[in-house]
Nanobody
């Protein structure tokens, strides 16, 4: 069973870079069966897919966030990383990592993904 755990600072100042890690256990992030996505949910809003990385290391981004987002992985640690640059208070959200068996680029419900991390709250404020 895949388990995911997000970690990172809960408070980031405007204009800085938000950096999060998703530690995966139970499966290898190089397993061909999985896509690994970052998703966020701002307060009072829906789930927004930010991007994903597949077993081969191919990366897919939400076009609306692509210019500020970097997704990478460390296969030796079996974890994923998310960086979001030049943050503003509008980037305040709960950030999740999640796994799926196919590439999902629009989240219609949590069931679009097989496994989710518990999420981590990130607040952008000075």
């Amino acid at each position: 069973q895949v388990q995911l755990q997000e970690s990172g600072p809960g408070l980031v100042k405007p204009s800085q870079t938000l950096s999060l890690t998703c530690t995966v256990s139970g499966e290898s992030i190089t397993d061909y069966r999985y896509y690994w996505s970052w998703i966020r949910q701002p307060p009072g809003k829906g789930l927004e897919w930010m991007g994903a990385i597949d077993y081969s290391g191919s990366i897919f981004y939400n076009p609306s966030l692509k210019s500020r987002t970097s997704i990478s992985r460390d296969t030796s640690k079996n974890h994923l990383t998310l960086q979001l640059r030049s943050v503003t208070p509008e980037d305040t959200a709960v950030y999740y990592c999640a796994s799926s068996s196919s590439l999902v680029t629009e989240v219609t419900s949590r069931s679009d993904f097989a496994s989710w991390g518990q999420g981590t709250q990130v607040t952008v404020s000075s």
